[in-house]
């Protein structure tokens, strides 16, 4: 990748809700010698986005583009080392960008939380993103970094240690914060285009559907995504009862896709999964085949209505609009705490915790992709040397673990 370029940091979307969250974060923990730009549609709104930053952006360039523009979308991504961007969803709006940074050879991060569009990106340009030294890094967010680096930083330890491979796995989730117009949004292109082509599901369905090599896809028998059950069975110091996890069928193929990126080094009998905590109160119960069946009649329906257009205009008034949020004091107040429970093939028990402050989909996830797009920057001598269409611990792994503990998310591992 070329070292003299215009930009070291662009933000596209820096006009949308998610984008300005990344952009004051960017402003407020950026070097301040970082080169950085702002992208969007508009030159008048990205203009005054600038000028909302204040003194700290003032120098910021700006850079006029549309996600439907290739040959702007190819000039952008010849003019920086990286470009992060929260336009979406990416299954609708994002490939054209993957595909010009594949050329540049240019860094990306996005938040997408779509295994449609990783797996047609992987298809489509992984083998021209390794010949150009691009990193195309996915999820990058609240989806699905806290996942990805956990279990990382479990096989890190297990190596520092000499205990073993990886084997039973379990992330558990407890979180305040709402659920953003851009995720859902996300689902909805999603089921459109299973409703489109049904072939699609086996994408959604499959755990090793992201793989980087289908013929060396483990055999562990079968691994769900859907739970319901008592907390003790996955660690017997636990009480109340855990419930399907909303994210976890996204999160746990990007990190299956870590584990054949980096050679398989987690273990080829690793079996992992995500649930959510449903609390310890007498009521835990009822609350967690609430959030299960919940989880699964939204799904049923919302693909029933994706099929035709009555139910996608039906599902245009009831559901929040992309590019909203919650208030400032929501966003403050919100919290993730991640807890993934392993056992190795020696016999060891360890604890992974990742835990931060703010509103996961919004306050904390402007920090996490934040810190991507700072790090694939300008932490290019910390990373793996892998290129292509990438997870964050395969692109980044320690380098991104060191940048997000200094900016105050707990990450750590113990040994039981």
Same mark, same amino acid.
């Given at each position: 990748m070329a070292e003299n370029r215009e930009f070291d940091l662009i933000l596209f979307g820096a006009t949308g809700f998610v984008g300005k969250l990344t952009a004051e974060y960017l402003r407020d923990a950026?070097?301040?010698?970082?080169?950085?730009?702002?992208?969007? $549609?508009?030159?008048? *709104?990205?203009?005054? %986005?600038?000028?909302?930053? !204040?003194?700290?952006?003032?120098?910021?360039?700006?850079? %006029?583009?549309?996600?439907?523009?290739?040959?702007?979308?190819?000039? #952008?991504?010849s003019r920086t080392k990286v470009v992060v961007t929260t336009v979406g969803p990416y299954l609708r709006y994002g490939m054209p960008l993957v595909a010009a940074c594949a050329k540049a050879?240019?860094?990306?991060?996005?938040?997408?939380?779509?295994?449609?569009?990783?797996?047609?990106?992987? &298809?489509?340009y992984h083998d021209e993103a390794v010949a150009s030294g691009a990193k195309i890094v996915n999820s990058c967010g609240y989806d699905s970094i806290p996942s990805d680096? @956990?279990?990382?930083?479990?096989?890190?330890?297990?190596?520092?240690?000499?205990t073993g491979e990886l084997l039973d796995t379990t992330l558990i989730a407890s979180a305040k914060g709402g659920v953003s117009g851009g995720t859902i949004d996300s689902g909805r292109a999603m089921m459109e285009a299973i409703a489109e082509d049904s072939s699609k599901a086996s994408v959604m369905m499959h755990?090793?559907?992201? @793989?980087?090599?289908?013929?060396? &896809?483990?055999? %562990?028998?079968?691994?769900?995504?859907?739970?319901?059950?008592?907390?003790?069975?996955? &660690?017997?110091?636990?009480?109340?009862?855990? +419930?399907?996890?909303v994210m976890a069928a996204h999160n746990t193929k990007v990190v299956r896709r870590s584990n054949g990126l980096l050679g398989w080094v987690y273990g080829k009998n690793f079996?992992? $999964? =995500?649930? #959510?905590?449903?609390? /310890?109160?007498?009521?835990?119960?009822?609350v967690a085949a609430g959030i299960a069946g919940g989880i699964v009649a939204t799904m049923a329906v919302g693909s029933v209505l994706s099929r035709a257009e009555v139910g996608?205009?039906?599902?245009?008034?009831?559901?929040?609009?992309?590019?909203?949020?919650?208030?400032? *004091?929501? $966003?403050? +107040? !919100?919290?993730?705490? #991640? *807890?993934?429970?392993?056992?190795?093939? +020696? !016999?060891?028990?360890?604890?992974?915790?990742?835990?931060?402050?703010?509103?996961?989909?919004? /306050?904390?996830?402007a920090v996490?992709? !934040? =810190? +991507?797009?700072?790090?694939?920057?300008?932490?290019?001598? *910390?990373?793996? =040397?892998?290129?292509?269409?990438?997870?964050?611990?395969?692109? #980044?792994? &320690?380098?991104?673990? =060191? $940048?997000?503990?200094?900016a105050g998310m707990t990450i750590e591992v113990e040994r039981a």
């Open positions: 950026a070097p301040v010698e970082a080169r950085i730009g702002l992208a969007g $549609r508009s030159l008048d *709104k990205l203009t005054g %986005v600038r000028a909302e930053l !204040g003194a700290g952006a003032a120098n910021w360039g700006l850079v %006029v583009a549309d996600s439907t523009d290739q040959e702007a979308l190819d000039a #952008m991504a050879g240019t860094h990306y991060a996005d938040l997408t939380g779509e295994p449609l569009f990783i797996r047609d990106a992987i &298809d489509g680096l @956990s279990v990382y930083q479990l096989y890190r330890a297990t190596v520092a240690d000499n755990p090793y559907s992201l @793989s980087p090599d289908k013929s060396m &896809d483990p055999d %562990v028998g079968r691994q769900s995504d859907q739970a319901l059950e008592r907390a003790s069975n996955i &660690d017997p110091s636990l009480d109340g009862w855990v +419930s399907t996890f079996r992992y $999964r =995500e649930v #959510m905590s449903a609390g /310890k109160s007498a009521a835990a119960p009822l996608r205009k039906l599902l245009d008034r009831v559901l929040p609009k992309p590019g909203t949020g919650p208030s400032e *004091k929501a $966003r403050n +107040s !919100g919290w993730f705490t #991640m *807890k993934t429970y392993a056992r190795t093939t +020696s !016999g060891a028990k360890y604890l992974a915790t990742f835990s931060g402050k703010g509103d996961p989909g919004y /306050k904390a996830t996490l992709l !934040g =810190e +991507s797009g700072l790090c694939l920057a300008l932490d290019t001598g *910390k990373q793996p =040397e892998l290129a292509g269409i990438l997870t964050p611990a395969a692109a #980044m792994g &320690d380098a991104l673990t =060191e $940048r997000l503990r200094a």
